[in-house]
């Protein structure tokens, strides 16, 4: 088993900068893909970013390119997201996940930890 908490989230004015935070525990060898998701309510679970934990191979959703960055520090098995120029659209839970797929489906990833809620307002 894997247990994955996020932390990091909060509440930011249109263009500021947030950075979140997953640290995983337990089988943390179970897994090589780890990544960001956000949802908000009536809307499915989309993408944001993944890493290949083992390679550091990184890519990201259209819509963040060049704002938000994921990394993975293995000393601490934590993963990270930092967003820059935040948009009042990216008001969402942010979910960290972990698994053997790559995506974009959530079904890829096999654990997730229990979200942190992102507010941007304009």
């Known amino acids: 088993q894997v247990q994955l908490v996020e932390s990091g989230g909060g509440s930011v004015q249109a263009g500021g900068s947030l950075m979140l935070s997953c640290v995983a525990s337990g089988d943390i060898y179970s897994y090589h893909y780890m990544a960001w998701f956000r949802q908000t309510p009536g809307k499915e679970r989309e993408i944001v970013a993944v890493i290949y934990t083992a390679g550091g191979m990184r890519s990201y959703a259209d819509s963040v390119k060049g704002r938000f960055t994921i990394s993975h520090d293995d000393a601490t098995d934590t993963l990270y997201l930092r967003m820059n120029d935040l948009k009042p659209e990216e008001t969402a839970m942010y979910y960290c996940?972990?698994?053997?797929?790559?995506?974009?489906?959530?079904?890829?990833?096999?654990?997730w930890g229990q979200g942190t809620q992102v507010t941007v307002s304009s």
């Open positions: 996940a972990a698994g053997n797929g790559y995506g974009p489906s959530p079904d890829d990833f096999i654990y």
